[in-house]
């Protein structure tokens, strides 16, 4: 009977693909089912014991505690002991970032009166702040930390010098067009 049936699916396949269901056929199915059935498949709600939510809570706050404390033990391994490697430069590298930083402020309170140039200067200085970041991550795994330490001194010197040009040429700048302002007047 089986292969009747095989037979009679393949010989009429077309026939069957022909038609296709209405958009209401689940509707009607689900009227037809006992309402006991389709009542309790609307009214199922999922609850969790408490043991279940307390272990799920529990395993949350230690995989947090677990990745704080890497997080902490990651920050002090990245910070670098500058005064262990040579007193000197550290010292250096904390007298020329404080002469960097307060150039800057200088150079950006004088810039406003020629926005473009600022950005010029910008870059070049942005430029050497990377070289120095770089420096500054290599600095914990070279194998010669005290030469790391100098080239960094020597990038943070050379900040300095271009931060001094940039200021004199902006004074300068701003200088001669005063001085063509009040020829003009």
Same mark, same amino acid.
Do not use: C
């Given at each position: 009977?089986?292969?009747?049936?095989?037979?009679?699916?393949?010989?009429?396949?077309?026939?069957?693909?022909?038609?296709?269901?209405?958009?209401?056929?689940?509707?009607?199915?689900?009227?037809?089912?006992?309402?006991?059935?389709?009542?309790?498949?609307?009214?199922?709600?999922?609850?969790?014991?408490?043991?279940?939510?307390?272990?799920?809570?529990?395993?949350?706050?230690?995989?947090?505690?677990?990745?704080?404390?890497?997080?902490?033990?990651?920050?002090?391994?990245?910070?670098? %002991?500058?005064?262990?490697?040579?007193? !000197?430069?550290? +010292? @250096?590298?904390?007298?020329?970032?404080?002469?960097?930083? =307060? &150039? #800057?402020?200088?150079?950006?309170?004088?810039?406003?009166?020629?926005?473009?140039?600022?950005?010029?200067?910008?870059?070049?200085?942005?430029?050497?702040?990377?070289?120095?970041?770089?420096?500054?991550?290599?600095?914990?795994?070279?194998?010669?930390?005290?030469?790391?330490?100098?080239?960094?001194?020597? %990038?943070?010197?050379?900040?300095?010098? !271009?931060?001094? +040009? @940039?200021?004199?040429?902006?004074?300068?700048?701003?200088? =001669? &067009? #005063?001085?063509?302002?009040?020829?003009?007047?």
């Amino acid at each position: 009977m089986n292969n009747r049936l095989e037979e009679f699916v393949k010989a009429n396949r077309e026939e069957f693909n022909d038609i296709e269901p209405s958009a209401d056929l689940w509707s009607r199915i689900e009227k037809e089912l006992p309402v006991q059935l389709v009542q309790q498949k609307k009214n199922e709600i999922k609850t969790f014991s408490l043991g279940f939510v307390l272990r799920i809570a529990a395993s949350v706050i230690i995989v947090m505690a677990i990745s704080f404390v890497l997080y902490l033990h990651n920050e002090n391994a990245n910070k670098i %002991n500058y005064a262990s490697i040579n007193p !000197v430069y550290a +010292q @250096q590298r904390v007298q020329y970032t404080k002469l960097i930083a =307060t &150039k #800057r402020t200088e150079l950006q309170s004088l810039a406003q009166a020629d926005p473009e140039l600022y950005k010029e200067f910008s870059a070049e200085t942005t430029k050497m702040d990377s070289i120095y970041r770089k420096l500054n991550s290599d600095l914990a795994t070279s194998p010669n930390p005290e030469l790391v330490l100098r080239a960094m001194i020597k %990038n943070l010197e050379i900040q300095t010098e !271009v931060l001094n +040009q @940039q200021l004199t040429i902006i004074e300068q700048y701003n200088q =001669t &067009k #005063r001085q063509n302002e009040s020829k003009n007047i």
